[in-house]
């Protein structure tokens, strides 16, 4: 166990799972949801086979212009994720050891005017490469008591999820990005996971675009 009652062995875990799916990525059992053929983007869908098979896991594959480095320093790096991340909130480290570990807390926006409500998530996280320079950043929700409950706000729960990031060559990094995320509250499961879809596709536009605005300056 970690500081704050952090289990470091479940982050491992969540690392492990994303590297079977950067091992397998043509593994059976991933149904295509939208294929973005502007953008490159491609989103696939399956069931899981675990207690919460409701919860759909979702897996975005797309390529960026951009070095594994690159790629990896604008996903982990906490003071910029809300500007160019604009579903969310708030978002920052509630605790970082050595090795990668560390503690986030993420908060989203609500929407239709409130219609529905705010989400939280609290996640223990840990990035490290494979052997063939493949960076992966994983996590999952975490019990530890980190931080409160806010009033308005409801607590999700977050199964295995991150980035794989690949490079292709010194300029060029081919992205998985693994979602899968219980929402809880009143919102019909089957509308959260409609919603997925789309999130994940407009996630590459927005890192794209933080991207080139990194490499301008």
């Known amino acids: ?125 840990v990035i490290r490469p494979t052997e063939s320079g493949v960076v992966i950043s994983a996590g999952s929700s975490t019990n530890a008591k980190l931080i409160d409950e806010k009033p308005g706000v409801v607590r999700g729960w977050c199964y295995p999820c991150g980035w794989i990031m690949t490079p292709i060559n010194e300029n060029k990094t081919k992205i998985i990005y693994i979602m899968r995320s219980d929402l809880k509250g009143i919102l019909p499961v089957w509308a959260a996971n409609q919603g997925f879809v789309g999130v994940l596709d407009q996630w590459f536009g927005k890192f794209k675009t933080e991207i080139k605005k990194r490499q301008s300056k």
């Not at 949801?33 to 675990?50: A, F, P, Q, T």
């Not at 920052?92 to 705010?118: D, F, M, P, T």
């Open 1 to 125: 166990m970690a500081e704050k009652g952090l289990d470091l062995a479940q982050a491992d875990k969540d690392w492990e799972y994303l590297k079977q799916i950067a091992d397998n990525p043509t593994s059976t059992g991933w149904k295509e949801e939208k294929n973005n053929k502007n953008d490159g983007v491609i989103v696939y869908s399956r069931v899981c086979d675990d207690q919460a098979k409701n919860i759909i896991e979702f897996r975005g594959d797309g390529e960026v212009d951009a070095s594994v480095q690159l790629c990896s320093d604008i996903v982990n790096d906490a003071d910029s994720r809300v500007k160019w991340e604009t579903t969310m909130e708030n978002y920052h480290i509630l605790w970082r050891g050595e090795n990668g570990y560390h503690a986030c807390y993420n908060q989203s926006k609500s929407v239709i005017g409130g219609v529905i409500s705010s989400r939280d998530f609290i996640t223990l996280n």
